[in-house]
Nanobody
C-alpha cells in the first residue's frame, strides 16, 4: 500500500505563504500524476491543483495566480506553493496520486490519499 507523507501546513496570517510537500513511499510514483485537494469545515473536499507525469498543471480558478504545484522527481516529492493566502483557503489539504501519468480534477481518478495537513489562515 502506497503511503503519502504530507508536511508544511500551519497557521499563517492573510497575505502570507506556505509550502506543502507530499512524498509517496514508492519511487515509482515520481512519474505518476499527483493532486492536491482541500476540505474546509462543513464543506465537501474540493480540487485545488494537479500535475501530470509530464508536468502539465491544472488549477482551481480560485487559486490561479496564487498557488503553484510542482514536482521534483529526483526527490520523489510534489510541492504546493501557496502565496497571498486568504482566510477562505483555510482547510485540511490532502495529497493524492494514481498509477497513471494523466492528471485531472476529479477525486475518483486518484487511488491513494494522504492523511491531510491543516492550513489555517487568520484575518
Amino acid at each position: 500500500q502506497v503511503q503519502l507523507v504530507e508536511s508544511g501546513g500551519g497557521l499563517v496570517q492573510a497575505g502570507g505563504s506556505l509550502r506543502l510537500s507530499c512524498a509517496p513511499s514508492e519511487r515509482t510514483f515520481s512519474v505518476y500524476a499527483m493532486g492536491w485537494f482541500r476540505q474546509a469545515p462543513g464543506k465537501e473536499r474540493d480540487f485545488v491543483a494537479a500535475i501530470s507525469g509530464g508536468g502539465t498543471t491544472y488549477y482551481q480558478d480560485s487559486v490561479k495566480g496564487r498557488f503553484t504545484i510542482s514536482r521534483d522527481n529526483a526527490k520523489n516529492t510534489v510541492y504546493l506553493q501557496m502565496n497571498s493566502l486568504k482566510p477562505e483557503d483555510t482547510a485540511v489539504y490532502y495529497c493524492a496520486t494514481r498509477r497513471g501519468i494523466r492528471a485531472g480534477i476529479t477525486q475518483s481518478m486518484y487511488d491513494y490519499w494522504g492523511q491531510g495537513t491543516q492550513v489555517t489562515v487568520s484575518s
